[in-house]
């Protein structure tokens, strides 16, 4: 029992009752959305509050699929997490691996510089990406939300980390055998690295689904904003019916608390791993 | 981190390069090319138009005039940005105690021998991933002064009502309330990671040499923990100063204010009023530059200061 704090019954009791009770301040908002969105427009502002409606309807769901374009955002949004996560995969795969394996002229000064973009704040490069964008064309297009962010240091950092575990026998078999570097990257190290690539998506996945700064500036027409811009709209224009509200904002949270509770262990080493390199 | 490795600057005599290494270079430019590209494009050009932005008077549209300093001027005797600055660094700091407090707190019962722990776990880690402007709208519910849920728990101990999103001297504790709620799980992953990593020989050792377990905690758990601690200290404090959605999501009005009377008002939300809403992109830019200095001497400062605190054995 080296190094632990809990010995006698009364202080497990304790530790339970702060578990326990955080873990409900912690989900029972989410309860409460679900079960508002299932109520009616005078059930969610009853005084007391009562957790379950008095009869279950999808009323709400269809009703903001109807006054909302949120259907097609949701699609858009859809899109654009897809193309950032295959992006993030693509580039920091590659980049990864240079880091990792290749020798070559300048590769500890590119990485650090690379890694010392993460100091940067966002703010600082909204004003002239916009400006940029407009240059581009991209203002009010799908490919603004895309292109433009699908190049990550944390995860090049991740996977580099991932690569440079991997025994070197390996490659330098499959070079004998005559195997490119690029042979080697996609038939050995990405295999390998389905784990580390997992964990990555996860994170470009919460990344661009829950993005919200960069398409309020970007994106204008309805037809092509994301989830978290219907959200706002919807608050902003059906303010008082707070049932409408919570069944947009449960169609926008409800998708990464179900990827959430199937890719858990994903999530978790992914932060982990980055907390660690605090080390 | 650092790699041990000899670094060839490019600049330097080289000596001629075997086929091999040539070969090696062309193919690592050649996956590094997407990225270099991509950097380039959007994140070192942006970087240099966004320092020559804020000597300008540029708007939306049209073309920009150089104007010296006269920006950063302006805001440094503008109330509205002394009003963001003291909204961000007051959010911050309240935000830094109740985030990572409990995370800690958390993270060490969690790392007990405790029933359903991966249960525990993954409660306290749903509002890390679920959309902030989603939960943030539906907090603004559960803090509506009338009928929000808060209130009528609060009710019950004859506290309130409590005026949480109505008020300005309310508003920015809500923020407060909301960031913090959500950031605690993500903290606390972190800190049973590192809890984890402490070598389970060390408490043998002062187990035998008689400390008891508050000892044990003190010298041992929270000294070993301390790399931890800095890194959530330090990221955490980065993610702060730079919050945008929650005062935007909970607090926004249709006067375009950000909470009542400014209240939410932090100096990302500010940047992005004058630049898209206001359309002084100049102005805006030299708001991100004086953010990026803040950020960037307060992370130096913590570093400096971190040797005295953490220990790296």
Partial sequence: MAGRILRRPYEYAIAYAILIITGFLMVFPFIFMIMSSLKTSSEVVQVPPQLFPSVIQLGNYFEVLRIVPIGTQLWNTVLVTLGVVAGWIVTSVLAAYAFARLEFPGREWLFGAYLGTLMVPFAVLIVPMYRIMLVFGWVDRLEALIIPWIFTAYGTFLLRQFFMSIPKDLEEAAMMDGASRWGILFRVFMPLARPAIATLSTFGFLYAWNSFLWPLIIISSPQKKVITQGLVDLQALYAARVDLVMAGSTLAVLPTLLIFLLAQRYFIEGIATSGLAGR | ?313
Avoid: H
Wanted: aromatic residues 14%; charged residues 10%.
């Fill in chain 2, 1 to 313: 981190m650092s790699n041990a490795q000899t670094t060839l600057a490019p600049a330097a005599p080289r000596s001629p390069m075997s086929q091999r290494r040539l070969r090696e270079t062309l193919d690592a430019y050649g996956m590094l090319m997407p990225t270099i590209l991509g950097v380039g494009i959007f994140f070192v050009i942006p970087l240099a138009i966004s320092l020559f932005l804020s000597f300008t008077d540029a708007r939306l549209f049209g073309d920009p005039n150089f104007v010296g300093f006269a920006n950063y001027l302006r805001a440094l005797g503008n109330a509205t940005f002394w009003t963001s600055i003291r909204n961000t660094f007051v959010f911050s700091l309240a935000t830094m105690v109740f985030s990572i407090v409990p995370a800690l707190i958390l993270a060490i019962l969690l790392n007990e021998k405790i029933i359903a722990r991966s249960f525990f776990r993954a409660a306290f880690f749903i509002p890390v991933v679920a959309s902030v402007v989603g939960v943030s709208l539906l907090w603004r519910y559960l803090l509506n002064v009338d009928f929000g849920f808060v209130n009528y728990a609060l009710s019950l101990v004859g506290i309130g009502p409590i005026p949480w999103l109505t008020r300005p001297e309310w508003g920015l504790i809500s923020v407060i309330i909301v960031f913090s709620w959500k950031t605690i799980g993500y903290n606390m992953v972190i800190f049973l990671a590192g809890l984890q990593g402490v070598p389970a020989q060390l408490y043998e050792a002062a187990s035998l040499d008689g400390a008891n377990r508050w000892r044990q905690f003190w010298n041992i758990t929270l000294p070993m923990l301390s790399p931890t601690t800095f890194f959530v200290v330090v990221t955490t404090l980065i993610n702060c100063l730079q919050v945008f959605d929650v005062p935007i999501a909970l607090g926004l009005t249709r006067g375009n204010t950000v909470g009542p009377a400014d209240s939410m008002l932090t100096v990302v939300p500010l940047l992005y009023r004058e630049a898209f809403l206001a359309g002084r992109m100049g102005y805006a830019s030299a708001l991100a530059w004086i953010l990026f200095v803040i950020i960037m001497v307060i992370t130096f400062v913590q570093f400096r200061v971190s040797s005295r605190w953490v220990n790296y054995d």
